[in-house]
């Protein structure tokens, strides 16, 4: 009678690979999300449109905006409403269009920890957001020496280090806020409106909620974001405008984030 052999499969053999496994590496996963800003055809374009933005709104002040100097400063700050507008859609897009185009169950399956994926994203848009303000500043610093040569003034480089600093604090918010709405809707579209409403729709509603209300004339710029950063566009900024800036990102950037990952790390993907 020949016996039969039962040995057990040799899952040994398999373990110690397993148990050997790493996640990947945050920079790798950071590298991956900027390839995806680039690559796709939504964030290609955008990026396209913030350079040719940036170099429009340089060339017309290059031609026609250069007085008795011409002001690096104010090269500069033309820049910020445009960057302002455009560059927190590519932070909604980074975030939304994994979900949008049903990538999510691959980008989770392949790195099952959630927070290391929106931790990568975020890294990644913060990225995006230094060069684009850094591409600008080098930009501008070109079009007010031509602008000097072309109109035969002198050259003030009179932007101070406060100043630059300031412009970089409204880009990083805003693009956090852009970043916050994605997480919490993730849908391209509609986060992309929630994002427009914010900066455009809501500093006229505030305003108008103003005039009317005595309250919030007194007290809406502590919780008015878009109308609170205008004021970090001016030469000098007062204690009180900062402590405003606090409660009004708290409640513009802190708590759709806050929500939107609770809902983000819990959602069943499909």
């Known amino acids: 009678m020949t016996a039969v052999d039962t040995a057990p499969p040799a899952h040994d053999a398999v373990a110690p690979t397993l148990r050997g496994a790493t996640a990947p590496p945050l920079a790798r996963l950071v590298d ?22 940036v170099v429009a709104m340089i060339a017309a002040g290059t031609a026609w ?17 445009p960057m302002q507008l455009l560059l927190p859609m590519v932070a909604v897009l980074a975030v939304t269009g994994e979900w949008s185009q049903r990538g999510a169950l691959t ?5 099952p920890r959630r927070g290391r994926v929106v ?22 610093a070109v079009g ?15 932007l101070t280090a406060d100043q630059a600093a300031r412009a970089l604090l409204i880009h990083v918010v805003s693009v956090a806020v852009g970043f916050g709405l994605g997480v919490l809707i993730r849908s391209s579209a509609p986060g992309l409106v929630a994002y427009l409403g914010f900066v455009l729709v809501a500093p006229m509603l505030s305003a108008i909620a ?19 950063l205008q004021a970090f566009s001016a030469p000098q900024v007062t204690g009180e405008s900062w402590a405003q800036l606090g409660t009004s990102t708290l409640l513009w950037v802190g708590v759709p984030l806050a929500v939107g990952l609770r809902g983000l790390l819990r959602t069943e993907i499909r």
Do not use: C
Request: charged content about 10%; cysteine-free; aromatic content about 10%.
């Open 32 to 53: 991956v999300e900027l390839r995806k800003v680039r690559d796709t055809r939504a964030g290609a374009w955008l990026l396209a449109t913030i350079a040719f933005v």
């Open 65 to 81: 905006g250069v007085n008795a100097t011409a002001s690096f400063g104010s090269f500069v700050s033309v820049q910020v409403m």
């Open 107 to 111: 980008t989770f399956a392949l790195v």
């Open 119 to 140: 931790a990568a994203k975020a890294l990644a848009v913060l990225l995006v957001t230094l060069a684009a303000t850094a591409l600008s500043v080098a930009v501008a």
């Open 144 to 158: 007010v020496l031509v602008g000097g040569a072309l109109h035969d003034v002198p050259v003030a480089w009179d």
């Open 210 to 228: 103003a005039s009317y209300v005595a309250w919030w004339a007194s007290h809406g710029l502590w919780l008015d974001l878009p109308t609170t």
